[in-house]
């Protein structure tokens, strides 16, 4: 994850690595001498057992189900280990007769794994992956497609063996999906991940003949998002849960990040922000976008408020930290907005209201502007239904009241919309 604020990795210590890396060596040595399979002591296997059952606890396949490992299946190679998955991850759609995917380990570093879901026209099940890659026999199709250890795919590949050219060859292109969560963290605590879902699908098409490979890709989108130990029990997180409950359209704006690029993490937080302010949203700092909301015990401060206005200003911020976001997505470099390139990957991007009110208003400047124009009917309609309860459907406006209240904190006189709407 490229994220500080998620839970350490569990690193194994050198010490255990080059005791690991002896026991193999070993055994590859054995079984060289006897010219027999590679085996693993039941004591050597309890151990990577422990260290991949805390890696993967807590995270499941597309399919939502809990990625679990067939321990009894494991297979020793010369370099890798090999765990079949219970439920395997379907990253891609598959057209052969036998699926699986597996764990595969290098053996002199537990810490390099990944994920190899492969499919085939015969059963591989009694192959090691290795082999299945490098002994192309007559007839053999096979494809797959290596994921790392967060899920995400790193590249898809196929070879198939056929003399008959006339055959019909479905390996050419492979349809990739594209997932998407979204997982709510309290300060380190991990509390709930919501589904894994299809956000589109699309075509990866290789080179044409035996081992055409396909580019690689990431399929997969996990927006993460996390609760300040500040932020956790007050009463702004009180109404920020019960916008998530009222609210489909602030779920999906929550949810609903800008799809370009993989992972991107809100934090919401607590702070003194004086007693003019309400909140802020910090632009993204190592794929860390911040919105925090002001504790200060003044009128500006989220317990000297009413709810209604608290909800507002989350409401408020979290379309910024959407702006943030879809300028991240144009011009990031290590989770951070490079500004010197914006206006440029603007001009080519797909957000053309933003390159408008960007190039009239500078980095400053626009996200106000634009929000004053364009959101106010988004603030109202969240408001609406959590003050009352009910949705307001689509093809109605929300009442006035709401898109009057929308009005705070865009009411500037620099504002050119506010301008407008008091001449
Ligand atoms: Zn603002």
Sequence with gaps: MKNNLRPPKCNYGNKSISWFFVLILNLIFFSCTQEQDPVISQDELQTIRNFIDLEVAGKTTFDNLPIELDWKKAKLGDDFMEIPLINPIRSFETVLDYF?????????????????????????????????????????????????????????SSYRTITDPKANMPLDCVTVTYMERTCFY?????????????????????????????GGSTNYKEDVIIKDSSF???????????????????QKMIQEFDGSFSVANLIFAMDNLGS????????????????????????????????????????????????????????STNGNIITSILSSMLENGDYPGMLDYYTRYGLNGFQHQQMAAHYRETIAR???????????????????????LAWEGLNHSTNTAWQTAIS
């Design 232 to 250: 956790v029990g007050t009463k702004a997180d009180c109404i920020f849960e019960k916008l998530l409950d009222t609210s489909e359209g602030f």
């Design 186 to 214: 309290e300060g380190f605590s991990l509390i709930s991940c919501t589904d894994w879902e299809t956000v589109s699908q699309y075509e990866v098409c290789g080179s044409e003949g035996e081992g055409g490979g396909g």
């Design 382 to 404: 969240m408001l609406q239904e959590f003050q009352t309860g009910l949705v307001v459907p689509s093809s109605q406006m929300p009442s006035s009241l709401y898109m009057d």
């Design 100 to 156: 699986q995917t597996r764990l595969v380990i290098s053996n002199s570093d537990l810490n390099a794994y990944k994920f190899i879901s492969l499919e085939s026209n015969f059963d591989h099940s009694h192959d090691l992956f290795t082999t299945l890659i490098s002994e192309r026999k007559e007839g053999n199709w096979v494809r797959w497609m290596q994921i790392d250890n967060n899920l995400r795919s790193l590249e898809v």
């Design 276 to 331: 003019t302010r309400r909140g802020e949203t910090s632009p993204p700092e190592n794929f860390n976008i911040t919105n925090t909301i002001n504790n200060n015990s003044t009128n500006s401060g989220a317990s000297y408020r009413p709810n209604l206005l608290t909800a507002k200003t989350i409401i408020h911020e979290v379309i910024h930290a959407e702006m943030f976001r879809k300028l991240l997505s144009l011009a």
